[in-house]
């Protein structure tokens, strides 16, 4: 099973490197991962996403919290959840393609935020699976290049990951 | 206000910690540090002769205080020398500041002289690290890394300090946090009251109970309500390698160790048990043998300081997170009220329970007959443990190395009390002992020290001789002198044939009577069985000096019982070269 797990760590140097080194230490697995400084200038929200059995998944939950680093996590795939990943994706856009990929674009509401004569640079903000439907979609046209920032979600409602 | 350097509030912390030893060796990137001790400290500084000497003498007095031991090495290879006791620390919670030298902080990167990223070497077999990013930090970093590495479950702390920020000439305010309290790390402080009495209502109805108890509830200070609570309960106990000495090894409830070379009755007792009560365990493989076939009858109830060893290997069906003396005092007051309230233990099912595990101690218990005696002529490891057990009352600190002589160690001595057994039973690391020993006997100078050990893992430390001698340490080496790496010899004669690939010396091995005299220490050869008991005493009899007793023993005995692996359950066991169940 998919998961997404997110937590709030001490903005420190070497925090980030227990996070990542335990899942290799360990043998888990991480599908994406998404790490920034919050409101608070001493803390990082990390979000990864990881697949396993519920035995795994128990595991690394409390290996997570077990790290001295971490002072928050939570699984938010265990409750309602809003979930995002942003994509820019440059591909070839010639002749027919253009208003093609203009039309694509708009049914997925992404957006076109650079343009050369041979080239369009696309940015999409979804959920993962909808990202993959874009690259789907757009088919046989040539992929040049694909950035994607990894997953980040929030708790739905009034639940928060706060200190 | 009190101005101090870098390399001054190191040494102050220590001291306004507690510290009684600092294990170390110097080298460039320490030497403000060094110069500072030499200045200002009282603590007593060993010099040992390489740095993971130093790091295993740490260890042992951590684990016969509770205490952390402390370690202070140069940057680099010093650095690096440490691990293997970092990891050793790790794999066992044992609670440990290590400080490294680091070059100094705007050449860090650069490929440095004596540069090593101690940070990222030491990041998976430590608690928890820190890298000092200015001077006045020292003080803080330091009262948390001893929080650290003590509460909750312990482990080892880093501390790694660039050179100049121990400078002489940069004085900074010095104040020695009282208190500590971290928002990212808040260990548990009791268990939850309802899991204990879920447990509790679960012992009271047992009909084949076992309490297997590990490492934590001699790290966790839970021996004595341990006993309370078995006692009151009338159920058997086992330990596993780490968790000896938790319950008397001489009291009549007491199955012996559990597990890969552990005793006919008490594995036998955990795979016919309905209830284990695990505390302080980890259900480790050397343990359960093949997981799917651990123990199909028992409900598992699992104390433990750490959630996260809980249902890790095996699923726990109550899991209790807390410390285990919080925890088992609870347990026990719980019970005590059943008790009052007119409860009792099926004591019925209790009594035939009993007479079971009385038929398998009968049948193969270690204790009971002893196996090992044949007609060779010669000296038998296990006769050797024996003795050395009856000569010291089951009272000495006993270290050991690793290899068939810790198993025999672990078998027939009975340590009747936590903390005098002291072994690398998580990481396994030959080369423990003697250090270890050092650290003990540095802080119980009036009591026995005895390093049990073999050709091999002494050879691993064996330099600390000369810390030895230095320091005036009287520790007793005893070596179970087989001429083989024993342990991997007695897995080649039942797995590989016999063909004994790189597990012998070839007649390489010193004179070790004669190289420990070197050292100005004492030697003693024993080579007979009616040597046995005369040579200990008269070794036993040397108080003042280290005594190296080589014992000359039957080279081809094994370590029995033994596991059948793989695919087998926990009463799966070799019983002799020849006997299995
Ligand atoms: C540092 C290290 N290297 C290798 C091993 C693997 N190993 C386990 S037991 C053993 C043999 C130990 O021989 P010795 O110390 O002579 O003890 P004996 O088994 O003969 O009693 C070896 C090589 C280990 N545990 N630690």
Not at chain 1, 66 to 78: M, S, Y
Not at chain 2, 189 to 212: C, E, F, S, W
């Amino acid at each position: 099973m998919r998961h997404i797990i997110s937590l709030l760590m001490e903005n420190e140097p070497g925090a980030l490197s227990r996070v990542v080194g335990l899942f290799s230490q360990r043998g888990y697995n991480i599908e994406s991962l998404n790490v920034a400084v919050t409101d608070d200038a001493t803390m990082s929200r990390l979000t990864l996403v990881t697949v396993g059995d519920e035995r795994v998944i128990e595991q690394i939950t409390k290996q997570l919290n077990k790290l001295v680093d971490v002072i928050k996590l939570v699984d938010l795939t265990e409750g309602a959840h809003i979930e995002r990943e942003m994509m820019l994706i440059k591909v070839r856009a010639l002749g027919a393609q253009r208003a093609e990929l203009k039309r694509c674009s708009d049914i997925f509401r992404a957006q076109i935020v650079d343009v050369t004569s041979s080239t369009f640079t696309v940015q999409m903000v979804g959920t993962s699976e909808k990202l993959d439907s874009f690259i789907q979609a757009i088919g046989d046209i040539a992929i040049l290049e694909v950035v994607r920032s990894g997953v980040s979600g929030i708790a739905r409602g009034e639940k928060t990951l706060s200190v | 206000m009190e101005l101090l350097s870098g390399g001054e509030m190191v040494v102050r912390a220590l001291q306004d910690e507690g510290v009684e030893f600092i294990f170390g060796y110097p080298g460039g990137a320490v030497l403000h540090i060094y110069d500072a001790i030499f200045n200002h400290s009282d603590i007593p500084h060993i010099l040992v002769r390489h740095e993971q000497a130093a790091t295993h003498a740490a260890d042992g007095y951590a684990r016969a205080t509770g205490k952390p031991g402390v370690v202070l090495v140069t940057s680099g290879p010093g650095a690096t020398n440490a691990i293997t006791g970092i990891a050793t620390a790790y794999m066992d919670s044992i609670p440990m500041v290590v400080l490294s030298g680091q070059v100094q902080s705007h050449l860090i990167g650069e490929d440095a002289f004596q540069e090593t990223d101690m940070l990222g070497i030491s990041r998976p077999i430590v608690k928890h690290s820190f890298q000092v990013k200015h001077a006045s930090e020292i003080p803080g970093i330091i009262k948390k890394a001893f929080y650290i590495a003590s509460t909750g479950r312990p482990g080892p702390v880093v501390i790694d300090i660039p050179k100049d920020l121990t400078n002489p000439h940069d004085k900074y305010e010095y104040v020695y946090p009282e208190e500590m309290r971290l928002r990212s790390y808040q260990p548990v402080t009791k268990g939850h009251t309802g899991q204990i009495r879920k447990a509790v209502n679960l012992l009271m109805k047992a009909r084949r109970p076992v309490i297997y108890s590990g490492g934590g509830v001699v790290q966790g200070g839970g021996s004595e309500l341990l006993v309370e609570l078995a006692q009151m309960l009338n159920f058997p106990v086992t330990n596993t390698l780490m968790g000896l000495g938790a319950y008397p090894g001489e009291d009549r409830q007491f199955l012996g160790m559990l597990g890969m070379h552990g005793f006919y009755e008490a594995n036998n007792a955990m795979h016919h048990s309905d209830l284990i009560l695990a505390i302080g365990v980890r259900f480790d493989d050397r343990v359960t043998n093949t997981v799917s076939k651990f123990c199909p009858d028992a409900t598992i109830i699992h104390v433990d300081v750490d959630p996260a060893s809980i249902s890790k290997t095996v699923a726990a069906h109550v899991p209790i997170v807390g410390p285990v003396d919080a925890v088992l005092a609870e347990m026990v007051s719980q019970v005590k009220e059943a008790m009052a309230s007119g409860e009792k233990t099926d004591e019925e099912a209790l009594k035939v329970w009993w007479d079971r595990i009385d038929e398998w101690r009968a049948q193969h218990g270690l204790w009971h007959t002893p196996r090992y005696k044949d007609d060779s002529g010669l000296i038998k490891p296990q006769e050797v443990i024996e003795e050395l057990w009856r000569l010291t009352k089951g009272e000495a600190f006993i270290t050991s190395d690793v290899g068939q002589h810790q198993m025999y160690a672990a078998q027939y001595y009975r340590y009747n009390k936590p903390r005098r057994w002291i072994n690398s039973g998580g990481l396994g690391t030959m080369g423990f002992g003697l250090p270890a020993a050092m650290g003990i006997k540095l802080k119980f100078p009036e009591d026995d020290v005895i390093c049990v050990t073999g050709e091999g893992s002494i050879q691993m430390n064996i330099q600390e001789l000369s810390t030895c001698t230095q320091y005036d340490i009287p520790v007793k080496i005893l070596n179970l002198h087989n001429g083989y790496l024993g342990m991997v010899k007695q897995w080649q004669d039942m797995q590989y044939g016999g063909r004994y690939s790189q597990s012998t010396y070839e007649k390489s091995l010193p004179d070790f009577v004669k190289l420990v005299e070197a050292y100005g220490h004492v030697g003693i050869r024993i080579t007979k069985p009616e040597e046995l008991r005369p040579k200990l005493e008269e070794a036993l009899a040397i108080k003042d000096r280290l005594v190296f007793i080589d014992c000359m023993i039957d080279p081809h005995e094994h370590v029995y019982p033994m596991h059948i692996a793989p695919n087998g359950s926990m009463r799966d066991m070799w019983l002799s070269k020849t006997e299995r169940t």
